[in-house]
């Protein structure tokens, strides 16, 4: 029995379908990122290989933290409760070694601003010119990703940096059903606190018309 039949079949005392149930370890993954992939005959666990550094017990967890989206089962373990502990500090021991001017800048505003300079730095990186994600908080590595587009509009950049800070602070909610929730309640009360209430129309405004330069030249 692998280590995936095994997490499953210890959350629920059995499995609960006739798929088979694999692991797969890959180098394609960045840091400790995994996903699980599925279909009538199979679910697979892909691990990234940088999981085998770490216990059986907190691998087990990941897993099943997988496990109960898959099959939308209420359950929790005390390896799922080891994996989300481990998962919450990772931030406490990322390599902080990655910052730009502007994107520094901007980050302190919106920390002495709207967090009363409780955040510590993250990483902070440019990503390319996308329109679609502008922004992401990359937890395991502490790490906020900005598109681009706004390297010449600070007001924007601010309010995308702004987001991505609360993703820091508030890290992800979980449900009974241990689905995960990016943006909780609570998120979306003190998002509402930004400063311009007219944020979002200008946001979208500015993106199309990146989008409309980027597609014809300009």
């Known amino acids: 029995m692998n280590l995936a039949m095994r997490a499953v079949f210890d959350l629920y005392d059995k499995f609960p379908d006739s798929r088979r149930i694999n692991i797969k370890y890959s ?4 840091d400790l990122n995994a996903n699980v992939t599925y279909t ?14 770490f216990s059986e017990e907190l691998r087990v967890g990941l897993i099943q933290t997988l496990a109960v ?7 929790q373990s005390l390896e799922m409760d080891l994996y989300e502990k481990f998962v919450k500090n990772l931030p406490k021991f990322a390599k902080i070694d990655k910052s730009d001017e502007l994107l520094e800048d901007s ?3 919106m920390n002495k601003i709207y967090f009363d300079e409780n955040l510590t730095r993250p990483n902070l990186v440019f990503g390319a010119d996308a329109f679609t994600k502008l922004g992401h908080y990359e937890h395991q590595t502490d790490t906020v990703l900005i598109s681009n587009i706004f390297k010449d509009n ?6 995308i940096m702004f987001h991505e800070l609360l993703h820091k602070k508030h890290g992800l909610k979980k449900t009974k059903s241990g689905r995960s929730i990016h943006h909780s309640k609570e998120f979306k ?3 509402a606190g ?3 209430k007219d944020i979002e129309r200008k946001l979208r405004n500015f993106v199309r018309k990146k989008r409309v330069k980027n597609w014809f030249g300009f």
Do not use: P
């Open 107 to 109: 980050f302190k505003r």
């Open 27 to 30: 180098g394609r993954f960045k």
């Open 69 to 75: 989206r898959i099959y939308k089962l209420n359950s």
């Open 40 to 53: 009538s005959r199979e679910v697979v666990f892909n691990l990234s290989k940088k999981w085998l550094e």
């Open 154 to 159: 600070l007001e924007l950049l601010d309010y």
């Open 189 to 191: 009360l003190e998002e």
């Open 194 to 196: 930004f400063e311009d």
